[in-house]
C-alpha cells in the first residue's frame, strides 16, 4: 500500500516507512538514543530528498523520545537536573553549531563535512564503547557476576567550583562538566543533524559517571527538546518537515520505542552497551566506505525548490 | 521557369499545409490524494486532410509529455586525499521534473536535427539551451549525467514506437506518470512530421494538483511555518504520550 508525502512529494510503502519507525523507535527505547543517525540516512536510501529526511527525522525522535522517557520515568530512570543542566549546554552549544553549518555550507563543502564528521565521531565512539564493552564481558565472564567500575572515584572533576548533588546520579560534582558535555553535544547535532544522544550517552557513563539506569532517560530527555528545537528551526527556515511522513514514522516509532525500552530491562549494561557500539560501528564504516570507494555514479542532481 | 515554380508550389506547397492535427487527451488534470500512485495518460488524435494522403515522404508522428521545470544543481564528484568530494558544479536554469517522449518510429530517423532545434523537441535539445549559470570546462558532461540520473530515476522515459498510428490517421499514445509527481502544469506537445520535417504541432497542458489533506500541509507548511512547526511538534508529544498511556493499560 502506498502513501504520497506531500513534502517530501514521492510515494513510499506505508508498511516499509512503519517499519523503519518501528526499527528505529525500538533502538531508542533501548540504547537511549534518539535514532537520527540512523533515521535519516535511511529515509534518504528510499527516495525521500536529504532535507526533507534531516527535518522529518528530527521530529519523528521527538516522539519516540517522549514514549522512552515516560517508559524510563515510571522506573525512575530520569535525572532531571542532570538533564536540564545538559539541556542549557546544548542549546548554547547548537546555536554555535548553526553558525559553523552556515559557515561550511557557503565554502560550499558542508556535506563532506557532515560525512567526515559522521565517520570521525561515531567511529572513535564505537571503537571506544566496543573495546570497553568487550572487557568487561570477558572480565564477568571470568571471575563471574563482578561489580563494574565506574568513574565513581575522586577526580579532578571533583575540584571544581559550582558542586550540585545529583541525586537521581548519586553525584556531587560540579556543573562545568556537564554544562561543557552538553554544548560540544549541541555542537555536534546541530552540525549532524542528530540529537547527540549516542554521544551523550557514553559521556555520561565514561566521563561524568552516571550510573547506566539512569543514563538512558537523561539522555531522551535532553534529546527531546534538541530535536524539538530542531523541527521548529527547519519548519520555519526550510518548510521541509513532511507531517504525513512523521506522523507514520511516529506511530511506528512510539510502539517500537516501547518494546525498546522494556527489552533494555532484559539486558545486562554491557551487553546493551556492546550491541549500541557495534551498531555506531557500522553506520560509520558505511559512511567512510561511502568516502573512499569509487562512487558508481561520479554525478549528483540537486533541485532547488522554488520560492 | 515561372509555370516550373507555379508547379512546384501546387506540388509540394499544399500537400505540406493540408495535413493537420486534431487531439484530445484522456485527461486534463490529476488530482493528488494521499493514496495516489501514478496516473495514466492517454493522448489520442486524428490527422485532418482535405485531400487523399500523400503516399511519401512518409507520415511519422512524436509526442512529448513534461513536467514543470526548475533550477538544478549538478555536482560531480572528485578524488582529493583518499575520499570522494563534491568538486565541479553546475548550475542549470530550468530542467523539466519530469519528461517522456513517444514517437512512432526511432527518434533519429523520423526527425531531422534541423526541425529538433528550431522545435525543441527532444530531452537533449531541451536541456542544452538552458541557462547554465555556473559553468565547468565540461558542462556538456554536466548536461548528459542529468539526462542519465533522471532516466535511471524513471522521471525521463523514452517510448520508441510509444505512438501507435492506424491507416495512416488515428492515433494514440499512452503514459504513465510515475508516483513521485512534482505538482503544477504538464504540458503535452504533439508534432506530425513528414520525412523529417514539422508540419503541424499542438499543445495541452494537464493541471497536477495536490488535494484534500495533502493539499492543506502543503498550505500550512509554506504559509504559516511557525504552526506548522508547533503543531508536528504536538503531533509527535501526543502519539509518543499516547503510546506509552496505551502500553501501561495493555500491560496492566
Known amino acids: 500500500m502506498q502513501i504520497y508525502l506531500p513534502i517530501a512529494e514521492v510515494s513510499v510503502n506505508l508498511f516499509l516507512l512503519l517499519g523503519l519507525g518501528g526499527l528505529v523507535g525500538f533502538l531508542s527505547g533501548m540504547f537511549g538514543v534518539g535514532g537520527g543517525f540512523l533515521i535519516t540516512p535511511l529515509l534518504m536510501l528510499i527516495g525521500v530528498p536529504s532535507g526533507v529526511a534531516v527535518a522529518t527525522g528530527a521530529n519523528q525522535v521527538v516522539a519516540s523520545s517522549i514514549s522512552g522517557v515516560l517508559a524510563q520515568l515510571r522506573r525512575k530512570g530520569v535525572d532531571f537536573v542532570m538533564g536540564t543542566v545538559l539541556l542549557i549546554g546544548g542549546l548554547v552549544g547548537s546555536f554555535i553549531g548553526v553558525q559553523v553549518f552556515a559557515y561550511m555550507t557557503e565554502l560550499g563543502q558542508v556535506d563532506v563535512f557532515v560525512q567526515l564528521s559522521y565517520v570521525f565521531f561515531l567511529g572513535f565512539i564505537g571503537a571506544t564503547m566496543f573495546w570497553e564493552s568487550a572487557r568487561a564481558i570477558l572480565r564477568s565472564q571470568r571471575q563471574g557476576a563482578q561489580q563494574i567500575r565506574r568513574a565513581h572515584e575522586h577526580s579532578w572533576m571533583h575540584s571544581l567550583p559550582f558542586k550540585v548533588k545529583f541525586r537521581k546520579s548519586g553525584l556531587f560534582i560540579s556543573v562545568l562538566p556537564p554544562l561543557v558535555l552538553g554544548a560540544a553535544v549541541g555542537i555536534l547535532s546541530a552540525i549532524m543533524g542528530v540529537g547527540g544522544g549516542f554521544i551523550l550517552v557514553p559521556a555520561m557513563i565514561y566521563l561524568l559517571g552516571m550510573p547506566t539506569k539512569v543514563v538512558v532517560g537523561t539522555s531522551l530527555f535532553q534529546i527531546i527538546f534538541v530535536t524539538g528545537f530542531t523541527t521548529i528551526m527547519h519548519a520555519v527556515n526550510s518548510q521541509t518537515v513532511d507531517m504525513m511522513l512523521a506522523f507514520v514514522l511516529i506511530v511506528g516509532g512510539v510502539i517500537g520505542a516501547q518494546i525498546g525500552s522494556r527489552m533494555s530491562t532484559r539486558l545486562k549494561p554491557e551487553q546493551l552497551r556492546i550491541l549500541l557500539a557495534l551498531l555506531v560501528l557500522a553506520v560509520s564504516i558505511k559512511i567512510a566506505l561511502d568516502l573512499l570507494l569509487m562512487p558508481s555514479e561520479l554525478y549528483s542532481v540537486t533541485r532547488l525548490v522554488l520560492p | 521557369m515561372r509555370a516550373l515554380i507555379l508547379a512546384l508550389l501546387l506540388s509540394v506547397g499544399p500537400v505540406m499545409a493540408e495535413e493537420s492535427l486534431v487531439t484530445g487527451l484522456s485527461r ?8 495516489f500512485t501514478g496516473s495514466d495518460i492517454l493522448v489520442y488524435g486524428a490527422v485532418r486532410r482535405n485531400s487523399p494522403a500523400p503516399q511519401s515522404p512518409p507520415m511519422d508522428l512524436i509526442v512529448t509529455l513534461e513536467g514543470p521545470s526548475s533550477p538544478v544543481t549538478v555536482r560531480r564528484k572528485e578524488r582529493i586525499f583518499g575520499i570522494w568530494v563534491n568538486r565541479a558544479a553546475v548550475d542549470l536554469a530550468e530542467v523539466p521534473s519530469y519528461f517522456a517522449i513517444a514517437s512512432s518510429g526511432a527518434l533519429d530517423q523520423i526527425l531531422s536535427p534541423d526541425d529538433d532545434l528550431k522545435h525543441q523537441i527532444s530531452l537533449a535539445r531541451r536541456l542544452a539551451v538552458t541557462k547554465i549559470t555556473a559553468e565547468s570546462m565540461d558542462s556538456w558532461e554536466f548536461l548528459r549525467a542529468t539526462q542519465r540520473i533522471g532516466s535511471a ?85 501526543v502519539a509518543g504520550w499516547g503510546a506509552s498511556e496505551i502500553f501501561r493499560i495493555w500491560r496492566r
Open chain 2, 28 to 35: 486534463d488534470d490529476v488530482q493528488i490524494t494521499a493514496d
Open chain 2, 153 to 237: 530515476k524513471g522521471n525521463y522515459v523514452t517510448q520508441q514506437s510509444g505512438v501507435k498510428l492506424a491507416e495512416d490517421t488515428l492515433f494514440r499514445a499512452d503514459f504513465a506518470l510515475p508516483a513521485n509527481l512534482t505538482e503544477g502544469d504538464f504540458t503535452v506537445r504533439m508534432f506530425l512530421l513528414r520525412g523529417g520535417r514539422v508540419i503541424d504541432t499542438k499543445e495541452q497542458s494537464i493541471e497536477v494538483r495536490k488535494t484534500g489533506i495533502e493539499r492543506q500541509l502543503t498550505n500550512m507548511a509554506h504559509h504559516q511555518p511557525l504552526f506548522y512547526g508547533i503543531l508536528s511538534l504536538l503531533l509527535a508529544a
